[in-house]
């Protein structure tokens, strides 16, 4: 009997020189076994000794033990409760785990055998859990994201764009031009802007005026000052389309001469 008393006892003044703060002897009443002897708790968090212990850590238990009469050559008296985010249904997979680990290792004291597998496990248990919230974490983020359909707009799409809707638009005009405006002297010719400024002002004389609705309407239209490039570069497609057109006909004509 003597001799395990002295072991046990040798035992707890190593886990209290290694453990320190993280060990402390409790009264049998708060650790839930079913014994009258000494009983302490160890607490147990998944860092590292060496990790920032100022650090919020998610997860922490407390390893609770009594040694029994023939300890360690019987196991000793275990329970493990949490101290933070751990689940019941966990502590109960940990405590089986660490009594069949204590039987594995009758014969020698195995208390701090016993607090680095609960280590090990906190580790493995709940790093799996942040694995599983990142992913999570990364489909909702994912679910997030509106993925665009079509052509995304750049300055390099909005320039090719803007480019056709321009020689587009003056091949529109150049077709409601009248055939006397292509074979005018260039002198002569209208740009596009003054026919359809002319246009305008001809459908302008022509409606008829209802109590000034109409004249009000036309004085409302304001063009920006901004869009003289837009017209000049109109007025300058228009006038190489209508003297391509012009040539073609010239060139017609002295082949039926």
Not at 28 to 41: A, D, K, P, V
Not at 100 to 109: D, F, I, R, V
Not at 118 to 146: H, M, P, S, Y
Request: hydrophobic residues 35%; aromatic residues 6%.
């Amino acid at each position: 009997m003597a001799d395990y008393v002295q072991e046990q006892e040798m035992e707890i003044e190593a886990l209290e020189a290694i453990l320190m703060d993280d060990f402390k002897e409790i009264h049998s009443s708060e650790s839930g076994l079913n014994t009258s002897s000494r009983c302490f708790q160890i607490t147990v968090s998944p860092q590292d000794d060496e990790a920032d212990e100022s650090a919020a850590t998610p997860v922490q238990l407390a390893l609770i033990f009594s040694h029994t009469e023939k300890y360690p050559d019987e196991p000793p008296l275990l329970n493990v409760k949490s101290l933070r985010g751990i689940q019941a249904a966990d502590l109960k997979i940990l405590k089986e785990k660490l009594e069949q680990e204590a039987s594995e290792n009758l014969g020698m004291a195995m208390v701090y055998t016993l607090v680095t597998s609960a280590k090990e496990w906190l580790c493995e248990r709940f790093a799996q859990d942040a694995d599983v919230g990142n992913t999570e974490e990364e489909e909702a983020v994912k679910d997030d994201i509106i993925v665009p359909h079509g052509e995304p707009v750049t300055v390099d799409t909005f320039l090719a764009w803007r480019e056709r809707f321009e020689a587009e638009l003056a091949l529109e005009k150049a077709k409601l031009l009248p055939e006397s405006a292509l074979t005018a002297p260039k002198e002569k010719r209208l740009t596009g802007r003054q026919w359809f400024e002319s246009g305008r002002a001809a459908a302008r004389g022509a409606a008829p005026n209802t109590e000034g609705s109409d004249d009000e309407d036309e004085e409302d239209i304001d063009f920006d000052d901004d869009d003289d490039d837009f017209e000049d570069d109109e007025e300058d497609m228009l006038e190489h389309y209508l003297a391509e057109k012009s040539d073609l006909s010239s060139h017609s004509s002295r082949r039926a001469n």
